[in-house]
Nanobody, 122 residues
Framework: QVQLVESGGGLVQAGGSLRLSCAAS????????MGWYRQAPGKQRELVAAIGAGVGTTYADSVKGRFTIARENAKNTVYLQMNSLKPEDTAVYYCNSGGAYSGSRYYTGAYWGQGTQVTVSS
């Protein structure tokens, strides 16, 4: 069983920054393949960023150049650094594990965290 715990969300003004963390534990997960998703009210959950084995990363077009996904193996943690935040980035952010990463594409896994709220004010 895999447990994922997100943290780092909050309220920030447009143009500000936040760093989200996803701490993973349990057996059977691969920290080197993880994804961050977000879901805004009334919208479908969407992939924001993903990281594969090695140095492979993928980003949604809407966050390219502003968000960075990274992992710290020693802490079993994946981060999402979010800069130049916009009001449209407001959503609940979830990390995802158990998926696959191939050809710069992330395939959603079965494990989800509880989510962390990010609110960007204008």
């Amino acid at each position: 069983q895999v447990q994922l715990v997100e943290s780092g969300g909050g309220l920030v003004q447009a143009g500000g920054s936040l760093r989200l963390s996803c701490a993973a534990s349990g057996s059977g997960f691969r920290l080197n393949v993880m994804g961050w998703y977000r879901q805004a009210p009334g919208k479908q959950r969407e992939l924001v960023a993903a990281i594969g084995a090695g140095v492979g990363t993928t980003y949604a077009d809407s966050v390219k150049g502003r968000f960075t996904i990274a992992r710290e193996n020693a802490k079993n943690t994946v981060y999402l650094q979010m800069n130049s935040l916009k009001p449209e980035d407001t959503a609940v952010y979830y990390c995802n594990s158990g998926g696959a990463y191939s050809g710069s594409r992330y395939y959603t896994g079965a494990y989800w965290g509880q989510g962390t709220q990010v609110t960007v004010s204008s």
